[in-house]
């Protein structure tokens, strides 16, 4: 149970995946112009890597490493990814209207998300099993999702504040980034040896 | 080594194969059938998705004509032509309406120089949060408080600054949404028929010897307008000029006779065009004054 809460803690705060990794800077520059949109993508995300995660730890384990191709795991998992984006939004399109609705357009926006490559890649770079893959695509997705609705909050406050003329825009957004940025600096490994032990 | 690079090459190679064919299974599976005729209307509409049929886009307005039998002439931008060709793909009779595209105009051209304020305005840039405090900052209530929440809300950029830092509406990029109209707090924002060619710049309905006090450009209800272009539809009410697009009559005499100079063409370019051909004339006076 501790290593599962010590995986979420990490991926939300610690190692949160735009503010600390730098991974899926693209779609938290480019969805975060208002709330709703952002919270859509959000969601997305945090589904999407939670369904990588579980598909790809079973594709390393079952079908690259009986093969000894393990260093084809890159290419390897974006092609799975890929595919496995395209085949979900079908079936949400088939199944459940609204839900396409909801989160349908986002989909193909992340099917070859850095982020989403990143979580497969970390999860087997820490040798994590099953579960523990899927928790920490989640917690990844969440940590995702909290960093894009703070982003998407920051900037409709911005939009009626007046910016110098040459920071409006993306550069003012990033500037806004680098700041949060700094900010989640205060969440590190200390805090998590003193929360869990 | 080769072997092992053949191998590879043939397992990536097999794996993308596979998934493929999967993909290409699923979608034959799992289409979903879409009404045809949807996706004709979603064509057949302009694709602004500026919301003016009241629906969350174009794609929204085109399912709400073929699912729920809304009605086919609520595209503004689209004009008759757009509701024409909706009512050939569904079959039904072409209710074209009135007709004549309608544009916004900006029904002001007060500015710091010729109307007075009631205080200077420091704090958000948005026309509706300055209207909070006293109705805004100009003590003409009826004006335009140019801080530009129309031209964020216009789908088009139709909404710009002219050379005198006032409000005006390019009316070639104008596709009559009325989200302008709708987002301005004084209603100073107006729809005119395209064809208007002039506008009265005023909205003041206050008595005349008030408007002269605070705006040097208000309409003072002096009916000159009337008086010099009696069929050019001009009707003083409240105090205010306003113009009936209906009557097609010149309008040119009772503009230039308006003491106040608030009665001006709809179209900036014209506007450029005429003071050049003024300007043209008073040389050519001065080339024959010089003969002479």
């Known amino acids: ?197 | 080594m080769i072997l092992r690079v053949i191998f590879s090459f043939i397992s990536v190679a097999a794996l993308g194969g596979i998934l493929g064919i999967g993909l290409a299974f699923a979608s034959r599976v799992l289409a979903v059938k879409k009404d045809e005729r949807i996706v004709q209307v979603e064509e057949a509409l302009p694709g602004a998705n500026c919301g003016a049929c009241g629906y969350a886009g174009c794609a929204a307005y085109a399912e709400a004509i073929v699912k729920e039998g809304a009605d086919i002439n609520l595209c503004s931008p689209g004009g008759a032509s757009t509701v024409k060709a909706i009512a050939e793909i569904m079959g039904l009779d072409a209710d074209v309406g009135s007709g004549e595209p309608m544009v916004a105009q900006v029904h002001c051209r007060g500015s710091k120089a010729t109307s007075s304020y009631l205080y200077e305005y420091r704090g958000v840039k948005d026309c509706n949060a300055v209207h909070m405090l006293f109705e805004g900052d100009k003590e003409c209530k009826f004006g335009c408080l140019g801080l530009g929440s129309c031209m964020k809300v216009c789908p088009t950029d139709a909404i710009y600054y002219d050379d005198e830092g006032l409000v005006r509406v390019d009316k070639e990029k104008c596709i009559s949404c009325g989200q302008c109209v709708d987002v301005c707090p004084t209603g100073v924002m107006q729809m005119v028929p395209y064809s208007a060619d002039y506008i009265v710049a005023c909205n003041s309905t206050d008595k005349g010897a008030k408007v002269r006090k605070y705006c040097k450009v208000g309409c003072i209800g002096c009916k000159i307008c009337e008086k010099k272009s009696p069929d050019g539809g001009y009707k003083v009410e409240d105090f205010l000029s306003r113009i009936d697009y209906s009557q097609t009559g010149d309008r040119s005499a009772g503009a230039e006779a308006c003491p106040t100079k608030c009665i001006i063409l709809a179209d900036d370019s014209l506007k450029e065009s005429t003071e050049k051909e003024v300007q043209n004339k008073k040389e050519e006076k001065k080339v024959v004054n010089e003969k002479a």
């Open chain 1, 1 to 197: 149970m501790v290593t599962y809460i010590g995986i979420i803690i990490t991926f939300v705060f610690i190692n949160n995946f735009i503010l600390t990794q730098f991974l899926g800077l693209c779609p938290f520059i480019g969805v975060s112009k208002n709330v709703e949109s952002a919270v859509g993508m959000g969601f997305a995300v945090t589904f999407v890597m939670a369904l990588a995660s579980i598909t790809t730890w079973a594709i390393y384990n079952f079908v690259l490493i009986p093969l000894h191709i393990e260093f084809l795991q890159t290419i390897t998992f974006i092609l799975v990814i890929a595919s496995l984006v395209q085949f979900v939004e079908m079936v949400i399109q088939k199944v459940s209207p609204p839900l396409y609705k909801a989160l349908g357009i986002y989909l193909p926006l992340i099917t070859t998300n850095c982020a989403v490559l990143g979580i497969a890649l970390i999860n087997v770079r820490n040798n994590y099993n099953a579960l523990e893959s899927f928790v920490a695509g989640i917690a990844a997705g969440l940590g995702f999702l909290l960093a894009i609705l703070l982003m998407s909050t920051i900037r409709e406050k911005l939009d009626s504040e007046w910016v110098p003329k040459y920071f409006r825009g993306i550069p003012i957004a990033f500037i806004t980034g680098g700041l949060m940025a700094l900010a989640f600096m205060a969440f590190d490994n200390a805090l998590l040896n003193n929360l869990i032990g």
